[in-house]
Nanobody
């Protein structure tokens, strides 16, 4: 199970850095991703990274503002979030999959999430 941290309350325009310690050591073939969810809505893809090559993918809504990265030695995934907007407020999760997908279905080892609140 992943363990997310780093959420909190921030003003619009501010920044947060989320961390996710992966369960076990991800393989180079794995894709690790961030998703977010608000009450009553489906889990939404935010960003993903290929653990081996470091290729990154972003949802259009966060492109240019969020940066996904990883520390392979520490098996830790990061999400640097800048220029935060009220609509970015959600419970953020990380998870692992064998291949890239923007649907949450192929992903596993979901953590408990970390809450991000953005005040306007």
């Amino acid at each position: 199970q992943m363990v997310e941290s780093g959420g909190g309350l921030v003003q619009a325009g501010g920044s947060l850095r989320l961390s996710c310690v992966a369960s076990g050591r991800p393989f180079s073939s794995h894709v690790l991703a961030w998703f977010r969810q608000t009450p009553g809505k489906e889990r939404e893809f935010v960003a993903a990274i290929r653990w081996g090559y470091g290729t990154t993918y972003y949802a259009d809504s966060v492109k240019g503002r969020f940066t996904i990265s990883r520390d392979k030695a520490e098996s830790t995934l990061y999400l640097q979030m800048n220029s935060l907007k009220p609509e970015d407020a959600a419970l953020y999760y990380c998870a692992k999959a064998n291949s890239y997908d923007t649907s949450p279905t192929p992903y596993r080892d979901w953590g408990q999430g970390t809450q991000v609140t953005v005040s306007s």
